[in-house]
């Protein structure tokens, strides 16, 4: 019950903020962004008519797709965070506080990409394109990431023709804004790469990723391979995850014990568990003190 009041706040929340992105800044101004609002906004600059009414009729076939696509508790809560949108949009009389038209891509982006990523991370969509996404890549294939994007070209053509090529300038620039903002909720701030380190001195950099750098280590067991030095022998394997911040000073760790020492680095998008440096919480601002013993001098 708990876990349920919190989402249907943080997606209250989240609507709340796309609602005063859309009010204050992109409307006032007939500044599109992607996907199916961007649409919505279109048809409204050419017709007249109000978006409120205009966001569930274009979400309609979307929301459809979603039906076959998603979960049905994901489209239930879909369906509901969209018309709540709508509502608002209709009701609430927040003026334009600003014509600068950068500001208004920016800000208006920043609003509405933070309100689309709190809801999509608990579970609602208030934008289409990416049920549409999921649904073809489904059936052929394609990436999510080129639909979404063929999707939006399209999009951003037809404002070029109807409008002007300047709004739909602006309007790419809000939807990069809207993107990232998207990203940043959905993954979150702190940004962590995983290491995955084949070395002749595995358990040396291991004690000292955990001393210097004061995060969690697993080490595998590799049965063998072959390298630039031949054929390789067994040998442990060493994956840690460390936040970007350290990533530096981890590479000259490590270069300092093996500077023949293989890794891959690779992006995290989420970790739950374990041990590692959240650099941004207080937590991560204390050094762990794990009992391994200072390495002997020779």
């Not at 994901?74 to 209709?90: D, N, P, T």
């Not at 609602?124 to 990436?143: H, K, P, Q, Y």
Request: net charge neutral.
């Amino acid at each position: 019950m708990k876990r349920i009041l919190s989402e249907i706040f943080q997606i209250s929340i989240g609507i709340l903020l796309a609602s005063v992105g859309l009010k204050m800044f992109l409307l006032p101004n007939g500044f599109l962004d992607g996907g199916v609002t961007g649409i919505a906004i279109l048809l409204s600059e050419l017709f007249n008519f109000d978006i409120s009414y205009l966001l569930i009729i274009v979400s309609v076939p979307f929301l459809a797709l979603a039906w076959f696509t998603l979960t049905k508790r994901i489209f239930i809560k879909s369906v509901l965070s969209i018309i709540a949108l709508a509502i608002i949009i209709h009701f609430e009389n927040f003026v334009a506080i600003t014509d600068d038209k950068l500001l208004i891509a920016i800000f208006g982006g920043l609003l509405l990409g933070s309100g689309i990523g709190l809801t999509i991370k608990n579970g609602a969509v208030l934008d289409g394109s990416e049920i549409l996404g999921i649904f073809i890549n489904e059936r052929l294939g394609i990436s999510i990431g080129k639909v979404v994007l063929l999707f939006n070209a399209i999009l951003f053509g037809a404002t070029a023709l109807l409008l002007s090529i300047e709004v739909a300038m602006y309007s790419i620039l809000t939807f990069i804004v809207t993107a990232k903002i998207i990203d940043l909720m959905i993954e979150g701030f702190e940004d962590y790469v995983g290491l995955m380190i084949v070395s002749e001195k595995t358990k040396e950099i291991d004690q000292e990723l955990i001393r210097v750098i004061a995060t969690g280590t697993t080490l595998y067991k590799g049965s063998g391979g072959y390298g630039k030095r031949g054929v390789q022998t067994e040998k442990d394997i060493l994956h840690t995850v460390i936040n970007r911040i350290d990533i530096r000073r981890t590479y000259t760790l490590i270069d300092s014990i093996d500077p023949h020492a293989f890794i891959i680095e690779f992006d995290v998008n989420n970790i739950k568990g374990g041990i590692y440096t959240k650099f941004l919480s207080k937590e991560g601002l204390k050094k762990l003190s794990p009992s391994i013993p200072e390495k002997t001098k020779e």
